[in-house]
C-alpha cells in the first residue's frame, strides 16, 4: 500500500536514489510529485535484483505506481491510483544430509491494483467519501528433487494461485479530531483459485466469495479522557457471518503521560484449502507511555489474544484450535546528547494451545531490537548502529535422517548504516550512503532450508530535489 500524496505547494518535486552491493545486488528508484491549478500528482518506480546472497536466492522485480488528485471546481476531489508489481526469484535450494537430492523451488508474481475515490465534503464538519478499486494477483512456484547422482528430476510440481477482488467503499465522516463519528458500508467480491500439475497428478480448489460490511466507529472526547467505541457487521460470504466491537480509551495524566486500553473482536479468512468458516480473535490490550523522565521517553504495553477457529497446516490441516498469545512490550527512546540518541524495544510472548496447554513452536518467545544513532547535521552525517534478535522457540529434530531440522538463532545480528550529504549546507545536498549488513556474520534463522544471508555490504547515493 502506497499511502504517500502529491506535494503540496511545488509542481515538481522527487527523489533519485540508486545503490549497489555485493553478488550484482542494485536497488533503483524515483519518485516524482507536485501540484499545480488544483491537480496533483505522484509517480514513483524502481527495480531490485540481486544475483543472489544464498544460493537460488536471486531476485529481479520491477515496480510502478501512480496516484493523482484533481480538486473539483465547487468542492471536493477526485482521487484516482493504479500500481503494477512483477517479481522472478528463487526461493529455495537445499540439499538433504546425504547429498543425493538437491531441493529446488522458483517464484514469479505479479500484482494489480487501481482505485478511484470522490472526496465530498457535504459541510463544513460532515464528509462522504465513496471508492471503487479493482486488483489482481497472480503466483506461480515451481518445486522440483534433482537426484544429484543420475542429474534427473524424481519429483516436480508446478502451482498457480489467481486471486480478484473488485469493489467498493461509502464513508460518512462527521465531527473533527475530538468528537466524531465515521459510519460506512463495504462490499467485495473475491475470486481465488490454486491449482497445480505435479509428478503425482493435478490438483484443483477454487472459492468465490461476495460480502457486504457495515461498520461505525466513533471518538469523544470530555477533557483528559477520549473513548472509542465501534461496531461492524460482516456478511463473510462464508458459512458463518460476525459481528465485532471494538472500545478503546486514553486518558492524560498531566501534559508528559498517557494511559490507554483497548478491547476488540475481529476475524480472518481462510484460504482456498481452509473450511469455509472464519477464524475469530479476541483482542486486549492496556499500556502507558510517558515523558516524565527528563530526556527519556517510555512506552510499556500489555497484551493479550485469544483466537479460535484457527486451521495450522503446520500442526493438522484438519482440526480447528483454540489459542491464546499473551505478554508484554516494553520500548524507550532518547532526547539527543552531543549528537547520540538510544532507542529500544523488547517483547515477550507466550503462546499456548487452549486445550492441551502446549507451548506453541515458532512463535517468537523474545524479540528485542536495539539502536545507537549518531547526528550532526553541521556535517550532514548520519550514522546508526542496529541490532536485532528472536528467540525463536523451535526445537532441533531429524525424523528421517535426510531433511533435518536445525534452528539457529543464538546471536544479536548487527547492521550498521552510515549517510553523509555531500553539501551538507543545502537541503537537497546529494546524499551517500554506505551500509554493513550482519556485520559479525551470525547465524539467525529456525531452518536450515531457509538460512539467512552472512555479511554483506552495499553503498548507494541519493537526490532530492
Known sequence: ?????????????GTL?????????????????????????????GNLHSDG????????????????????????????????????RGLLEAQDLDMLLTLHQDGNTRRYHSFLTLSYPLRPDLELE?????????????????????????????AILEQRNTGGKARLTWGDSRRNLVTGAEYLHSSLTESYNSTLGPGYLGRDRDSLSLYANGTYTLGKLTILPGIRYDKTGLDENTTNYTIGATYRLGGATLLRSYWGTGYGM??????????RV??????????????????????????WHFQDYWRDPAVFFTNDFQGFEVEARTVPL??????????????????????????????????????????????????????LNMDSWDTDHTMSHRPHYNPIIWD?????????????????????????????????????????IEGGVRFRF
Not at 282 to 306: C, D, M
Request: aromatic share 14%; glycine share 10%.
Open 1 to 13: 500500500m502506497v499511502t504517500r500524496s502529491p506535494e503540496t505547494g511545488r509542481p515538481v518535486s
Open 270 to 279: 481462510p484460504n482456498a484449502y481452509q473450511k469455509s468458516v472464519p477464524a
Open 130 to 158: 465513496l471508492t471503487g478499486h479493482d486488483s489482481t494477483f497472480h503466483s506461480q512456484s515451481i518445486t522440483w528433487f534433482l537426484d544429484e547422482s543420475s542429474s534427473t528430476i524424481v519429483f516436480r510440481r508446478d
Open 282 to 307: 479476541r483482542t486486549f490490550q492496556a499500556g502507558i507511555e510517558s515523558e516524565a523522565v527528563p530526556y527519556l521517553w517510555l512506552k510499556g504495553t500489555y497484551f493479550y489474544n485469544h483466537i
Open 416 to 456: 550498521l548504516h552510515l549517510t553523509q550529504k555531500l553539501l551538507p549546507e543545502r537541503d537537497h545536498s546529494p546524499e551517500l550512503f554506505f551500509n554493513v549488513n550482519n556485520i559479525f556474520n551470525g547465524s539467525h534463522y529456525w531452518d536450515y532450508h531457509f538460512k539467512n544471508s552472512g555479511r554483506w
Open 53 to 88: 546472497l544464498l544460493p537460488n536466492n536471486g531476485v529481479n522485480r520491477n515496480s510502478l505506481y501512480a496516484k493523482l488528485a484533481y480538486d473539483l471546481p465547487a468542492r471536493g476531489n477526485l482521487t484516482a491510483g493504479i500500481s503494477y508489481l512483477e517479481s522472478r
Open 17 to 45: 536514489s540508486a545503490s549497489y552491493g555485493e553478488k550484482k545486488s542494485s536497488d533503483l528508484a524515483a519518485e516524482l510529485s507536485g501540484s499545480s491549478s488544483g491537480i496533483g500528482y505522484y509517480l514513483s518506480g
Open 338 to 391: 552531543a549528537g547520540f540518541s538510544f532507542k529500544g524495544g523488547y517483547t515477550f510472548t507466550e503462546a499456548r494451545e487452549k486445550s492441551s496447554g502446549e507451548t506453541i513452536k515458532g512463535v517468537p518467545v523474545h524479540l528485542a531490537k536495539l539502536g545507537l544513532s549518531y547526528q550532526e547535521p553541521s556535517l550532514g552525517r548520519d550514522l546508526l548502529l542496529s541490532g536485532r534478535y528472536a528467540w
